[in-house]
């Protein structure tokens, strides 16, 4: 058997996101959101209330990752697809769904966005290796796709990422019985491409910001892994009422 890798998985999670720090989160989540409103830059805003609410950096991602503009939101929305239609072809953001679903798969900690989309706070940084949890989540795309009898997936991979020929080579192998075509991009920008499409499957904001439909296809996958995983879910802060002294 091989070595079993928690992809995502930081042992200081449960205390940074546990019961007892998500009051302090949350308020925090509330008034990034309030500065995003008002055109605040994220980065700066981000480290602002970082500093406010003495976050530790892990923390500050969360929110970077979860929290956003009512705007953007309202433009995210109005272009996802809610029901798939038979036939299509779903472009497949690889490295960041694989990734999510990874940690998912690793009992790793999870963020529920106010978009409704489902991250994680894995880091890529260029590097990326093959895990014991690998073929599981792409087989797991795969049985997805196969319910909506789509025509054709085709997977986008970063070319300056390590092992992404290794991943390309795996994609191919494990869902070539599936009755839905199979391709598998490896080419230097893959945001800038998935920018200018449809059906596009990711939970990247910067892609789904400007691409021209996509679809929330790991919310559905990963609400059917066992067992459930740690979440933090930044669309419960309306709901909170805990209160911090400013």
């Known amino acids: 058997m091989g070595k079993i890798v928690k992809r995502g998985f930081v042992p200081t ?6 019961e007892q720090s998500i009051c302090k989160l949350f308020n925090a989540g509330k008034d990034l959101n309030y500065l995003l409103n008002r055109k605040y830059n994220i980065k700066n805003a981000s480290i602002f209330v970082q500093n406010h609410y003495l976050l530790s950096e892990r923390q500050r991602l969360a929110l970077v990752r979860g929290i956003s503009s009512t705007e953007q939101i309202h433009i995210r929305k109005s272009k996802e697809v809610k029901t798939i239609p038979n036939d299509c072809i779903v472009n497949i953001d690889g490295f960041n769904t694989i990734i999510t679903l990874e940690v998912a798969l690793s009992n790793s900690l999870l963020l529920v966005g106010m978009d409704g989309t489902i991250r994680d706070l894995a880091s890529l940084r260029g590097t990326y290796r093959l895990i014991d949890k690998t073929d599981i989540a792409i087989t797991l795309i795969g049985k997805t796709l196969e319910k909506y009898h789509i ?5 986008y991979l970063d070319e300056p990422v390590s092992n992404s020929i290794r991943l390309k080579q795996l994609i191919i192998n494990l869902l070539q019985s599936y009755p839905f075509e199979v391709q598998v991009e490896i080419i230097p920008d893959v945001d800038s491409t998935l920018e200018k499409l449809d059906n596009v499957v990711t939970s990247d904001a910067i ?22 995983t740690l979440y933090v879910d ?3 802060m309306e709901s909170s009422t805990h209160n911090l002294p400013k």
């Not at 025509?151 to 997977?155: H, I, L, M, T």
């Not at 910001?209 to 559905?220: A, F, Y």
Request: include cysteine.
């Open 13 to 18: 999670d449960k205390r940074e996101f546990g």
């Open 207 to 228: 892609i789904l910001d400007k691409c021209l439909s996509w679809i929330n296809l790991n919310k559905e996958m990963i609400e059917n892994i066992e067992p459930k």
């Open 151 to 155: 025509k054709k997936a085709v997977f």
């Open 234 to 236: 930044f669309n419960l």
